[in-house]
Nanobody, 125 residues
Framework: VQLQASGGGLVQPGGSLRLSCAASGFTVMYNDIGWFRQAPGKEREGVSCISSLAGSTSVADSVKGRFTISRDNAKNTVYLQMTSLKPEDTAVYFC???????????????????WGQGTQVTVSS
């Protein structure tokens, strides 16, 4: 089981990025897939989640209206489209998968069984 997060980089405030989370060894459609971020000195924060099967989405208030999560079942990949980026969005972004605790609080990192390696997003002028 492996999750590979990619797509991070340096972007100016107001810019956009699309993060990808490519899965291998399991099928994303049957798992909840979450995006989390962690800034230096801060706790890991839930950003968004897409549920298994139906693909219902949840998003943190801090990014609502700016970030969108989506899933491509054919590519076994989940995306996080980020727009109107702000300096406070700067963090390492992780994707994670859970099967056993599907449907529980999506923003609880302890409920996720598998984690990707993280991709750095820096928003700065």
């Amino acid at each position: 089981v492996q999750l590979q997060a990619s797509g991070g980089g340096l972007v100016q405030p107001g810019g956009s990025l699309r993060l990808s989370c490519a899965a291998s060894g399991f099928t994303v459609m049957y798992n909840d897939i979450g995006w989390f971020r962690q800034a230096p000195g801060k706790e890991r924060e839930g950003v968004s989640c897409i549920s298994s099967l139906a693909g219902s989405t949840s998003v943190a208030d801090s990014v609502k209206g700016r970030f969108t999560i989506s899933r491509d079942n054919a590519k076994n990949t989940v995306y996080l489209q980020m727009t109107s980026l702000k300096p406070e969005d700067t963090a390492v972004y992780f994707c994670a998968a859970r099967y056993r605790y599907r449907g529980s609080r999506w923003y609880d990192p302890k409920s996720y069984e598998y984690w990707g390696q993280g991709t750095q997003v820096t928003v700065s002028s």
